[in-house]
């Protein structure tokens, strides 16, 4: 902001780390209090006040690829550890309006009647984007909000505030690839409401976050609570899953060209898509395979858990088909493969193994050592055993039992970015059997949700009874199974949020029947403190 009325800039400049000289000013998007980031050649704007002053959840970005005049931003080298704190005179190109010191404290240098700001429109496409409706989207004019950067999703920490009830904060992600908020975690089971937090802070992958803050009742002797800072409340964001800055870059790269010689056409990359050739070949074609796993047949459901069985037992009579292997592979990919073999158990000399999980699984977890990803293929007609949810379910649980973390950390991420009504049920089950606490609770409550249609879904028909209860029994004591037209009353059908009064006739309030469970109509007169009207 600057000027003597307090005027939104949309000014964008960037100041040059090599020559230390700014930029020219260009027009982009007039903002204040917002939040930005880079990710895939992009820079986006998120949040913060409009030049209405108003808040706003819309989210700007700004494509910096192929643009000479920001080339050599996204290229400055790192400086040395001596010109780090050595004193530079930051001189301002020619065109650029205002004069600005680097580091400065100051927001406003010369008074906006001063300055003649006619800077051209940005280079690069300049996108939008404004949401009109979305149940996950939180609302930004409602408690205190910390929005940063990890896993290439803009994450929004909605924490407790005074004039909000605990089932109104959240944690959200806005994927940037995908463009779609998702709610990550309700509020209650992250934020005691007994506590606010003033700073949110990330480590340098984005996989583990820090809020810090103090007691809502703070001591008679405690300074402003703004500067009181008495407690950390840490968060694991791999368990909600977010993969890292790091690991998400390498899942989401952009495939170069060529990928592999042989196999332009590949959605994997370089030795990947050689190796995904060999893949479940038998010998005799050719393909150099000296050893076959077999596993359960995936209509056999009645699968036993037991963490303790993770070495393979004989061949049962039921057994699927052979999958054609290479030992090589396995040995440097697999640990426990590894130390089965170099033990010399009978393995070692059948050169034959079972596992026993279901076929579809094991296939796709064979197929991941062979090409490091999970991810559905987007090729249409691929031969390759291209992994459905559900088998990447089964490889939850078979990275838990052979303790792989960063499988683990994959099959996570893509069960809570992909979680559907289809497969709720089956997710639960094993996110349970993963001793995964977070999958699981998400999973449940998308159950409870969407409960009328889940069960009626093949994953619920194949839940153990013991299952069936545990998910039962995740729903409140005192909750209870309520029709569809109550559900769209209250907007839990992605409808309009409960605040919102806008379709009410003029003069008119609503607040909730606690014996119906429905929305009424109140009369102006009566008194409604409890409800904040937008």
């Known amino acids: 902001m600057t000027g003597h009325d307090n005027a939104v800039l949309d000014d964008i400049c960037y100041l040059d780390l090599k020559t230390w000289t700014w930029s020219r000013p260009w027009k982009f998007v007039p903002r204040y209090d917002h939040s930005t980031w880079i990710w895939r050649d992009r820079l986006w704007v998120s949040g913060g006040m409009t030049e209405d002053m108003e808040r706003t959840s819309d989210i700007w970005w700004l494509d910096l690829k192929g643009i000479p005049a920001f080339e050599g931003a996204n290229s400055a080298d790192d400086m040395s550890r001596s010109s780090m704190y050595s004193t530079t005179s930051i001189t301002p190109q020619a065109g650029s309006t205002g004069a600005y010191a680097a580091n400065s404290s100051s927001v406003q240098v010369n008074p906006g009647y001063m ?94 976050a820090w809020l810090l803050g103090c007691p809502n009742s703070l001591p008679r002797n405690a300074p402003d609570a703004e500067e009181y800072l008495s407690d950390v409340l840490h968060l694991d964001l791999r368990k909600l899953g977010l993969l890292g800055n790091k690991l998400t870059l390498e899942s989401r790269s952009v495939q170069q060209t060529p990928t592999s010689d042989s196999r332009v056409s590949s959605h994997l990359s370089a030795i990947g898509a050689d190796l995904a050739r060999t893949f479940d ?31 393979s037992h004989e061949k049962p009579a039921n057994a699927s088909q052979p999958i054609h292997v290479h030992r090589f592979i396995l040995s440097a990919r697999w640990p426990h493969f590894a130390r089965l073999y170099s033990a010399q158990m009978s393995e070692f000399h059948t050169k034959k193994m079972h596992i026993p999980e279901p076929y579809a699984a094991v296939r796709a977890f064979l197929y991941y050592l062979y090409t490091d990803s999970i991810a559905p293929s987007s090729i249409t007609n691929s031969a390759s055993p291209s992994p459905s949810l559900e088998d990447v379910a089964g490889m939850l649980v078979m990275s838990n039992i052979y303790d792989m973390p960063r499988l683990h950390h994959l099959c996570v991420a893509r069960l809570v970015r992909e979680l559907d009504i289809q497969h709720a049920a ?16 998400r999973a449940a409550s998308f159950c409870m949700t969407h409960w009328g249609r889940v069960v009626r879904t093949e994953g619920f028909r194949r839940l153990s009874r013991a299952a069936m209860l545990e998910l039962c029994e995740e729903v409140d004591a005192e909750g209870r199974v309520v029709g569809g037209d109550e559900l769209e009353a209250v907007g839990a059908l992605g409808g309009a949020r409960l605040s919102t ?34």
Request: hydrophobic content about 35%; glycine content about 6%; proline content about 6%.
């Open 281 to 311: 070949v038998p010998p005799e074609q050719g393909s150099g395979a000296d050893f076959m796993i077999t596993a359960n047949p995936d209509d056999d459901y009645d699968q036993d858990y037991d963490g303790d069985s993770v070495r």
């Open 426 to 441: 089956l997710i639960f089950d094993c996110a349970s059997v993963a001793q995964e606490t977070w999958l699981k609770r």
């Open 115 to 208: 300055v003649q700001r006619n800077p051209p429109v940005a280079p690069g496409s300049i996108s939008s984007l404004r949401f009109i409706s979305n149940p996950n989207l939180p609302v930004q004019n409602v408690g205190y909000h910390f929005h940063v950067f990890s896993s290439a999703c803009l994450l929004d920490f909605v924490t407790p505030a005074t004039l909000m009830s605990a089932s109104e904060t959240s944690l959200s992600a806005f994927d940037l690839d995908s463009l779609r908020w998702q709610k990550l975690a309700d509020g209650k089971d992250i934020f005691n409401p007994n506590y606010r937090w003033h700073y949110c802070c990330l480590d340098a992958d984005g996989t583990h």
């Open 501 to 534: 009064l806008s379709n009410w006739p003029e003069g008119r309030k609503r607040r909730m029947n606690s014996e119906s469970g429905l929305m009424e109509e109140i009369a102006d007169e009566e008194e409604d403190e409890g409800m904040e009207v937008n």
